[in-house]
């Protein structure tokens, strides 16, 4: 089924005249229709507008367009809800903007466009990106593929469960904290969070601006190079972006990695990590070994304080960005006797509980008297962190952990416990802080009694160091099969 293909298998197919890119799209749609009543990875989705898209991308394929100009021209992309699309409805699965409709696209969304992407639907999210099981969407929750009773992780489950479910090609997502590789791990697909500023930012909605970045979530290694390829690069509306030229990506699958040197950080050995995603961290270090890179053990002294120094730095830039959300501007409006009563009332109705939580912990660690003592303290300890990286990146090319502690957890499971929530991140936290780059692959399942559930493998990069970090990451699962394994979904 055309759903089921990768970028690259498509777009074969899609050069060679052999499918259309509307037979492709329908696909998708035709599996959107089948499954996700159950799996709910889409907020909404416009199929009339799909096709027209998709006859746009047959249209310019008849007329001699090819995918070295264009890499994704007829390939299916969904994107999170955080993303503005000109044109579509953009909610960050929150109540608080209504029935807001884009004016523009974001840079990364048009880039999509430029390179002759279908963009179609919403994917859900946790409420403005604060969570790790999308149980924080006030669209409802979204399931697992492998085991409908267990969530997807977050914040950007809606875009792991339509890859993981063949409902989208390729999607867009977030990670501020673990947002695109924690997901990416739990529903067994190829998850990218880019180094900080090699992505533009510009439409996208704001959590927490010196840790946010946007990437993609794909069915392998090959089509996260692409996608990488396409969204880069400097853009003069976000000041963050960096002017560093845009590799090609794809040439970096060498399928070698002799000599290469990889580094295992001692400190992420906590006893919170579950026995099975150990040995299947285990078992992939060792492959990649036979592949021919070293291993070495290296150590990140200051990771203890990385899930602490997060939790104050990411709720403080979330209380100054969603102050603009005041029902003045944008979205659902609750009216009040005066301003300031407006603004409550719409931010009391608007926000859901972890939202709240989160600005009222971050006007906290802001306020006079605690800033230094929380917020400027956490500063400090963050750049402790950065150097630990910068440091270790001296001795070795890439650091590999396991992405998460534990595969997918049950619904509902550590919804009462925020702090529990927050420990599932503490392997993918340390990246945004340092800036660098981190992707998240498969390399395995869990075998205990239930559904088979999905294991990831982090890779760490340099900064702007993709290159080499894809490359491993291609070479391990070229010499696997973990990523060709499919869910299978009641409907
Ligand atoms: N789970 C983390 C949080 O709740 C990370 C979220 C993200 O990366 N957007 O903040």
Redesign the pocket.
Known sequence: MLNQLTISELTARLARREVSAREATQACLNQVARVDGQIHAFISHDAADALAQADGADQALATGATHAQRPLLGVPVAVKDVLAVKGQPLNCGSKILGGFISPYDATAVEKLKVAGAIVFGRLNM?EF????STENSAFGLTRNPWDLTRIPG??SGGSAAAVAADEAIATLG??????IR?PAALCGCVGLKPTYGRVSRYGLVA?ASSLDQIGSFTKDVRDCATMLGVISGHDPRDSTSVAQPVPDYTAALTGQIKGLRLGLPKEYMIDGLGPEVKAAVDAAVKQLQTLGASVEEISLPHTEYAAATYYII?PAEASANLARFDGIRYGARVDGADPLELYSRTRGAGFGPEVKRRIILGTYVLSSGYHDAYYVRAQKVRTLIRQDFLKAFEQVDAIITPTTPTAAFKIGEKSDDPLQM?L??VFT?SC?LAGICGVSLPCGFTSGAGARLPIGLQVLGKPFGEETMLQIAHAYEQSTSWHRAKPAIPH
């Open positions: 946790d990106a604060m969570g790790s977050g914040s977030t990670d501020t904290g673990g947002s924690q959590f990411a927050y599932s991140d936290i945004n």
